[in-house]
């Protein structure tokens, strides 16, 4: 039976962001991620997680949220000390709030130069920080143009490159479906490196409901594999989020 998490930068934006928790809890869900924790104190969020009784899934490097700037600088050649800077401050914020993962963005960049750069950052972090796991997350290049891990057969070449134990694939089938096409192939390629599954519909990016993905068979086959992590919820509510989670409450059994 799947677990799902809601990510919380997505839904419940009806209210303030310190009040998602609650909503969140009153929805159903068990556990919380958040891309970019960063505006407020460690503290205050982890008051509300422990208030709530939530769990924490997953939060994501770099600090701090990169509207309108960079998607990250691990793959960015000359951007080495941002990248170490961003990871120490965004490893405290994981550690206090006792987040599950911790996503490490790319970045906008291309080329030889940029693949080694990831590596290189990769293996620095994951031998930094060996009892925290990592993940990267191929990201379609409609949202976010020019982002460099644009392609799972990359991530999954990446990851063998660093062969690191606590590196791992960030599978959202959203973004596997527009990058492919095909989110069910992918998923049967890279089903053993995946730590951390993300959901919404395709092309749209709204509920898990319907689009191009059809999501109960999805959860079967990541079920199959014996996937034991979390989904989260990462989608656009075409609506108030409540009115939206039919297929949560379908999907949990
Ligand atoms: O898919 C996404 O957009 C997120 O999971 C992410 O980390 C980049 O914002
Ligand atoms: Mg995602």
């Known amino acids: 039976m799947p677990k799902f998490a809601a990510n919380i930068s997505f839904l419940f934006t009806e209210v303030p962001f310190l009040e998602r928790f609650g909503e969140a809890r009153a929805a159903g869900f068990e556990a919380v991620e958040i891309l970019f924790p960063y505006d407020d104190p460690a503290s205050q969020i982890a008051d509300r997680l422990a208030g709530a009784g939530l769990d924490l899934v997953l939060i994501n490097a770099p600090p701090p949220n990169y509207t309108g700037g960079a998607r990250g600088f691990a793959a960015v050649p000359g951007g080495e000390a941002r990248f170490e800077k961003d990871f120490k401050r965004a490893v405290r914020y994981a550690q206090h709030l006792g987040a599950q993962h911790l996503h490490l963005m790319a970045g906008t960049a291309e080329g030889p130069e940029a693949h080694d750069t990831f590596v290189r950052n990769l293996a620095w972090a994951t031998a930094q920080e060996p009892e925290m796991s990592l993940t990267i997350e191929p ?12 392609d799972f057969d990359l991530a999954a070449q990446i990851i063998a490159e660093v062969g690191a134990p606590n590196l791992g694939l960030q599978f959202d089938a959203y973004h596997a479906q527009r990058i492919t096409g095909d989110a069910m192939r992918v998923w049967d390629a890279h089903h053993a490196l995946v730590r951390h599954i993300q959901i919404a519909s395709a092309p749209d990016r709204h509920e898990p409901a319907k689009g191009e993905i059809d999501y109960p068979t ?7 594999r014996g996937y034991t992590g979390w989904i989260s919820a990462e989608y656009h509510p075409s609506g108030r989020t409540t009115d939206g989670l039919d297929w ?4 949990r059994g």
Do not use: K, R, S
């Open 139 to 150: 990201i379609n290049g409609h949202d976010m143009p020019g982002y460099f891990l644009n």
């Open 218 to 224: 999805f959860f079967e086959a990541v079920d199959a």
């Open 248 to 251: 949560f409450y379908a999907a």
